[in-house]
């Protein structure tokens, strides 16, 4: 099983809004990642988690909060995001070093 | 600093031909590569590996190349279906691991009946 869910499929908020997006996957993996994916772009690393903690932060704005609360999810908290914030979202999971596993995304629109 | 890109665009090919595509990567000290395939609308799908101590790896139907030597790694479909038409991108992880992966820019490919 190489599954990784993601919910919600769409999310559409305001600027002033608080959202969440989750993610989890039972594959037993030590890694977990955040990547956001612009139209017609590759995805572009926000997070990575490694053994439920915080390895990689890629200068990430501070109205995105990832969190870890087990080795299975990750959250991505959302406060006063921009319009331009909207894209596709997606988590992954891995083995440390090995092939990271794609969610089917999360398409967030931000008005 | 370090790149990964692709030749083309967009590839079309007529089904049931083969069809190659390309990356270009600019990290020599890289030693893993992967490729992915997104369809509309969903997830980047991983379709297959390779290490930097191989230089060709077989799957169903696919097959990559890798050449350290140009820092090229090439993706060949045999046999292309119209179920293949999708946005292909290349991957690279350097060899300081940390779980950090660089993609390419992506191809369409794009299947004609």
């Known amino acids: 099983d190489t599954e990784v869910t993601q919910t919600p499929k769409h999310l559409v908020m305001g600027m002033t809004n608080k959202k969440s997006l989750k993610c989890e996957q039972h594959?037993?993996?030590?890694?977990m990642y955040w990547y956001k994916q612009k139209a017609k772009k590759p995805p572009e690393l926000m997070f990575v988690?490694?053994?439920?903690?915080?390895?990689i932060n890629e200068s990430v704005p501070s109205r995105f909060s990832p969190e870890c609360p087990n080795s299975s999810l990750l959250n991505l908290h959302l406060h006063a995001l921009q319009p331009e914030d909207s894209a596709l979202y997606l988590c992954?999971?891995?083995?440390?070093?090995?092939?990271?596993?794609f969610g089917p995304g999360t398409r967030l629109t931000v008005l | 600093g370090e790149s990964v890109g692709l030749h083309l665009p967009t590839l079309s090919v007529q089904e049931g031909d083969n069809s190659i595509i390309n990356c270009a990567y600019s990290n020599s000290a890289s030693d893993y590569f992967i490729w992915y395939k997104q369809e509309s609308g969903k997830g980047p799908q991983f379709i297959i590996d390779i290490r930097s101590n191989m230089d060709k790896r077989q799957g169903q139907r696919v097959t990559v190349l890798l050449n350290k030597t140009v820092k090229h790694l090439s993706l060949q479909i045999a046999a292309t279906q119209p179920g293949d038409s999708a946005v292909y991108f290349c991957?690279?992880?350097?060899?300081?691991?940390?779980?950090?992966?660089?993609f390419g820019t992506g191809t369409q490919l794009k299947v004609e009946l």
């Open positions: 991957a690279e992880e350097g060899a300081g691991g940390g779980n950090k992966l660089t």
């Open positions: 988690y490694s053994y439920e903690k915080l390895s």
């Open positions: 594959m037993g993996h030590r890694a």
């Open positions: 992954a999971s891995s083995q440390e070093g090995d092939t990271q596993y």
